[in-house]
């Protein structure tokens, strides 16, 4: 396997526009976490699915920010509209159950202008 | 609030010495530790764990030491290697808590 691809590797926009991140988790991992990395920090969950469905989202900042898995291979964070201090990178992970380590993707560094 | 703390931002240690790196949480019903190393432009990678039932794991180079009722975990590589240089990430609680990390470097 490839292990868990994101796209895309680096996004820069303007304040103001949406964005949206896309991830493609391991095949058969049932288990997919989005996090933000910041300096202050660290890596923030931001939500988490089991089997396509969204378990916690608290960790979501605000309404802007949105998530979605329509299907087992494939999930999307989508921030509308975007603001400069949304500037970090970006890692989706997933895991055969919430319980077993997490393998991450090499990230989305986002960086709103 | 941060659940799970790395205090010490950054280390640094000769090359064939014991790298000590430490992690508190502030939840005692966390029942699961893991330990994660990231390199620059890569996403973090597994590294070890620890279940709450024990107090220690130890994998190679790499040991990870609960104390429970102190709420700390600390992870120790030895020999230490210049290719351990990274950032080291704990995180509690199947992953949900992570801490801010502690960029390692390995000095040859």
């Known amino acids: 396997d490839a292990g868990v691809i994101q796209s895309p590797r680096h996004e820069v926009t303007e304040m103001g526009q949406e964005v949206t991140l896309r991830c493609k988790p391991i095949?058969?991992?049932?288990?997919l976490f989005w996090y933000r990395q910041t300096m202050m920090r660290g890596l923030e969950l931001l939500i988490y699915f089991n089997n396509n469905v969204p378990i916690d989202d608290s960790g979501m900042p605000e309404d802007r920010f949105s998530a979605k898995m329509p299907n087992a291979s494939f999930s999307t964070l989508k921030i509308q509209p975007s603001e400069p201090r949304d500037s970090a990178v970006y890692f989706c992970?997933?895991?055969?159950?919430?319980?077993?380590?997490?393998?991450f993707g090499q990230g989305t560094r986002l960086t709103v202008v | 609030d941060q659940q799970v703390k790395q205090n010490s931002p950054s280390l640094s240690v000769q090359e064939g010495r014991i790298s000590i790196l430490n992690c508190d949480y502030t939840?005692?019903?966390?029942?699961?530790f893991l330990w994660y190393k990231k390199y620059p432009a890569e996403g973090p990678t597994f590294l070890i764990s620890i279940s709450s039932i024990k107090d220690k794991n130890e994998d190679g180079r790499f040991t990870v030491f609960l104390n429970k009722s102190a709420k700390h975990l600390s992870l120790h590589i030895v020999p230490s290697q210049p290719g351990d240089s990274a950032v080291y990430f704990c995180a509690a609680s199947n992953q949900f808590y992570f801490g801010t990390g502690t960029s390692l470097t390995v000095i040859p």
């Open positions: 939840n005692s019903m966390f029942d699961y």
């Open positions: 095949s058969g991992h049932n288990s």
């Open positions: 992970a997933s895991s055969l159950g919430t319980g077993a380590e997490a393998f």
